[in-house]
């Protein structure tokens, strides 16, 4: 059982390059998110979609751009990375049953030099 | 809008000895709380849910939390934990009827020999 797929898993970026995280789930869901998580403040929701050719600002959204243009794929592009940018990306999905409930991918290490 | 705290960074215990890991949250609203767990290296999955009805929830590998209204909180519990139980824990709430969570910072439960 595939769930939620995160390709690439790591990725070492230039200060200014530009890269795109592939998130893919199989389970039919609606709703997807990006996640960024960061040494003592959890996860931090960049971008999410309650459905395809949607998206939506999470609480840190500055310096990514997302795109749903299928329902089983949610893209997070950085444009021109920064340093700051250095995290481990999450992407999860949910299937809109209205609890909430979300399954992850295994995560995307990204560092940038 | 909603928030989780998770008090402890950190919780170093003994193999065998009982553990809590402290969740409060504050909201106006109704809720749905979470706890997800993290192991090393990988994503996130889900422990255990409070949706509705008993306050006491019994998720997987022994674990379980109780709702309490008048508290604000969902801390969870293990009668006696295991080497294999060392991971970040993360405590999550949303508000029923949307679809985004919000997560604390994370509690990391080290067990010992």
């Known amino acids: 059982n595939a769930g939620v797929t995160q390709t690439p898993k790591f990725r070492v970026l230039k200060t200014g390059q530009s890269m795109t995280l592939l998130c893919a789930q199989d389970?039919?869901?609606?709703?997807m998110y990006w996640y960024r998580q960061d040494p003592g403040m959890g996860l931090r929701l960049i971008h999410y979609?309650?459905?395809?050719?949607?998206?939506a600002k999470g609480e840190v959204p500055d310096g990514y751009n997302v795109s749903r243009l299928k329902k089983q794929n949610f893209l997070l592009g950085l444009e021109s990375a920064a340093p700051s940018q250095t995290s481990v990306y999450f992407c999860?999905?949910?299937?809109?049953?209205?609890?909430?409930?979300?399954?992850f991918g295994e995560g995307s290490r990204l560092t940038v030099l | 809008a909603q928030s989780v705290t998770q008090l402890d960074s950190q919780v170093p215990v003994f193999e065998e000895a009982p553990v809590e890991l402290r969740c409060n949250y504050s909201?106006?609203?109704?809720?749905?709380l979470f706890w997800y767990v993290q192991y090393p290296n990988q994503g996130l999955q889900l422990l255990l849910k409070?949706?509705?009805?008993?306050?006491l929830v019994k998720g997987i590998n022994g674990f379980e939390a109780e709702f309490n209204k008048s508290q604000t909180s969902f801390h969870l519990r293990k009668p006696s934990v295991h080497i294999s139980d060392t991971a970040e824990y993360f405590c999550?709430?949303?508000?029923?009827?949307?679809?985004?969570?919000?997560f604390g910072t994370g509690t990391r439960l080290l067990v010992s020999p």
């Open positions: 999860a999905s949910s299937g809109g049953d209205s609890t909430g409930e979300l399954f």
């Open positions: 389970m039919n869901h609606e709703y």
């Open positions: 979609s309650v459905g395809e050719g949607t998206t």
């Open positions: 909201s106006s609203v109704s809720v749905y």
């Open positions: 409070y949706l509705s009805g008993s306050t």
């Open positions: 999550a709430v949303s508000r029923t009827g949307f679809q985004k969570l919000v």
